[in-house]
């Protein structure tokens, strides 16, 4: 069980963010140094829900990808975002988009919040936090509300770290529509 400087923490890693130093690039979230934009998004393969067990980034090659990470299956955040997500998914795979979920829940605990909610998309499992560490996403024992649009050549283009469950979705196709149809690469 969390402590209540875990919950606190947690808490604030959700809703506050630090902007760019000053004189230099690099980003800093409460979960840590974000990646740089227009750089190759870290790479990873973490165990899956669906398919044949694993997904990397190399396999989603060819398509655009929404990285989003998130604390916990279940709690009320979390399944708002992934309903948001659930309900917008022919949207996005008309953009050549695929929804990528990760928090460090089980493959199980994956499995039983997609049949609960009706996610049609996968779910990876980040038990020890390697990969929310590399994008700068993890605090402690979760994952922060995080999430990263990764072109399909693997370059990173977009980071959200004021993520707003309830209207996540909608502000991650703007920007993808943005992205698509001007073809110029602005962080």
């Not at 690039?25 to 973490?46: I, M, N, R, S, V």
């Not at 067990?53 to 992934?82: H, M």
């Not at 022919?90 to 460090?104: H, K, L, M, P």
């Not at 922060?144 to 959200?160: K, T, V, Y």
Request: aromatic share 10%; charged share 20%; glycine share 10%.
């Amino acid at each position: 069980m969390p402590t209540r400087r875990q919950w606190i923490m947690g808490l604030l890693g959700v809703v506050m963010a630090w902007g760019l130093l000053a004189g230099n690039q690099t980003a800093y979230a409460l979960g840590g140094k974000l990646p740089e934009l227009d750089q190759p998004a870290p790479t990873f393969t973490l165990p899956t829900n669906t398919g044949d067990g694993e997904i990397s980034l190399a396999d989603l090659r060819g398509q655009w990808v929404l990285l989003y990470f998130y604390p916990k299956d279940f709690t009320s955040g979390c399944t708002l975002e992934a309903q948001r997500f659930q309900k917008d998914l022919a949207e996005y795979q008309t953009r050549n988009t695929a929804i990528i979920g990760v928090s460090a829940d089980s493959v199980d605990s994956h499995a039983e919040f997609c049949d609960s909610e009706g996610l049609k998309f996968p779910l990876l499992s980040d038990a020890d936090g390697k990969v929310s560490k590399a994008y700068g996403s993890w605090l402690g024992f979760v994952s922060l509300r995080h999430s990263f649009l990764i072109d399909p050549e693997g370059i990173l283009r977009n980071r959200f770290v004021d993520v707003r469950p309830a209207s996540h979705s909608r502000e991650v196709l703007a920007r993808l529509d943005e992205l698509q149809n001007t073809g110029v690469f602005l962080p």
